[in-house]
């Protein structure tokens, strides 16, 4: 018989359940990796308990260093369920294996007391309850750091997709400021949400803003040139503005080819440009007077007339 089938460590987490479950609580509560600003003392004692009893279960098949074996399953199962939840709460690698490592102590004082004259067997079974625990403690920091690659993934897409928003500016006009550094990843992205806003409200421009860009080499170009064909494709010219002095010195001495793109220095020029391939024209509103008014003082501001719309003015302001 092996020694893994003589230890008694399933008989002490049997017989010892719920003094354990105490005694590793109380160690929990009392260290310094407790985030109780992270998780309510009720969900820890809640996931302890569901571990120290599958714990236990799982060592009566008297395999305490196989890990594969079929009697850990819902062992790695609960210990993937709360890696995966302490990392998207914001738990520490190291504050999350201290849920295993923690429960070292009071298992060894019990087994201590349990082999009060076998120190050989006293040794033996420190040594099997110390190379599981070790396992277990590994494997969730293991699990934690897939989690939190995961967790750290979809955080840069829901950045990414929140930096590259398509604005409507006007009817049949749209607008995607970029901001930060453009690309390949990042390039899809934009082609996508533009893409797809082009598809929803039907416009004829777009305009591509990158004064927010702080450098544009050939790469950046490229992506900018593909953006700008995909659009075409559905339909939609584009415009690129911010083109600044040092921008444009740069494309110039990159060579890059946008010839077959209209540029602007700033969105006010892409715009008015926008409104003058969409027909819409932008002028002063005149002097208004209201004679059953007592104010005296002139309105004014900016009305938009469209041929589209028989004349009729629209204010912007």
């Known amino acids: 018989m092996s020694a893994a089938m003589k230890s008694r460590v399933p ?6 359940q719920s003094d354990l479950l105490k005694e590793w609580i109380a160690q ?20 302890s ?12 098949s008297g395999n305490l260093t196989d890990l594969s074996a079929g009697a850990w399953t819902t062992v790695k199962g609960l210990l993937s369920e709360i890696s995966a939840g302490r990392a998207r709460q914001g738990f520490s690698a190291a504050e999350t294996a201290t849920f295993i490592f ?24 420190l040594w099997q309850a110390t190379s599981v625990l070790d396992k277990l403690g590994l494997m969730t920091t293991e699990l934690f750091q897939a989690s939190r690659e995961e967790v750290i993934v979809r955080q840069q897409k829901e950045l990414s997709e929140l930096s590259t928003p398509v604005v409507r500016l006007w009817e049949g006009v749209l607008a995607l400021p970029l901001i930060g550094t453009l690309d390949s990843e990042r390039t899809q992205v934009v082609m996508q949400n533009l893409l797809q806003k082009i598809v929803e409200t039907g416009s ?3 305009i591509i803003d990158i004064t927010g860009v702080p450098i544009v080499d050939t790469l950046v170009a490229q992506h900018l040139l593909k953006t700008v064909a ?8 584009c415009i690129i503005s911010g083109i600044r002095p040092q921008i444009a010195q740069t494309i110039v001495h990159l060579g890059v080819d946008l010839k077959d793109v209209i540029t ?18 932008v002028r002063k509103a005149g002097i208004k007077s209201d004679s059953s008014s007592s104010h005296t003082g002139n309105d ?15 204010d912007l302001l």
Request: glycine residues 6%; positive net charge; charged residues 25%.
């Open 102 to 125: 923690s429960l070292k102590q009071p298992l060894f004082d019990r087994l201590r007391q349990e082999y009060a004259k076998d120190a050989d067997g006293l040794v033996s079974d």
């Open 300 to 314: 004014s501001g900016i009305q938009t007339q469209s041929g589209s719309r028989g004349g009729r003015d629209q």
């Open 28 to 47: 929990q509560l009392s260290s310094t990796t407790l985030r109780s600003d992270l998780m309510k003392e009720s969900t820890l004692r809640e996931q």
């Open 49 to 60: 308990a569901k571990f120290l009893n599958l714990f236990q279960e799982a060592t009566q």
């Open 230 to 237: 995909a659009a075409r494709l559905m339909g939609a010219d």
């Open 204 to 206: 004829a421009i777009a």
């Open 264 to 281: 602007k220095a700033t969105l006010a020029d892409a715009l008015a440009i926008a409104f003058q391939r969409t027909g819409v024209i």
């Open 11 to 16: 008989e002490v987490l049997k017989k010892h």
